[in-house]
Nanobody, 124 residues
Framework: QVQLVESGGGLVQAGDSLRLSCAAS????????IAWFRQTPGKDREFVAV????????SYADSVKGRFTISRDNGRSTAYLEMNSLSPEDTAVYYC?????????????????WGQGTQVTVSS
């Protein structure tokens, strides 16, 4: 098992940048793919980005391509989501997730481990 803790969320203004962190413990972080999802009240949790555990291949949702960057530092057992040019549409609770299965990486059902989430609020 692995435990995940997100941090770095907060209240920012449109156009600002923010970096979220996902710290892992209790497992072999290097062997897990790490993804970021986000969720707003009344809506399903949606895929944002993912990074492969070994090849560091990345994939992004169309809504964040060119603005968000996912990365990881296996030496620190931490993954990051750098968010630029934020808009109110990016307001959500952001979650990191871990799994060892690359298939269907955009689906929440594929991930075994989740953090508690961190709130990101973007004002106009």
């Amino acid at each position: 098992q692995v435990q995940l803790v997100e941090s770095g969320g907060g209240l920012v203004q449109a156009g600002d940048s923010l970096r979220l962190s996902c710290a892992a413990s209790g497992g072999t972080f290097n062997n897990y793919h790490i993804a970021w999802f986000r969720q707003t009240p009344g809506k399903d949790r949606e895929f944002v980005a993912v990074i492969h555990w070994n090849y560091y291949t990345t994939s992004y949702a169309d809504s964040v391509k060119g603005r968000f960057t996912i990365s990881r530092d296996n030496g620190r057992s931490t993954a990051y989501l750098e968010m630029n040019s934020l808009s109110p549409e990016d307001t959500a609770v952001y979650y990191c997730a871990a799994d060892n299965n690359w298939e269907m990486y955009t689906s929440t059902s594929r991930y075994d481990y989740w953090g508690q989430g961190t709130q990101v609020t973007v004002s106009s």
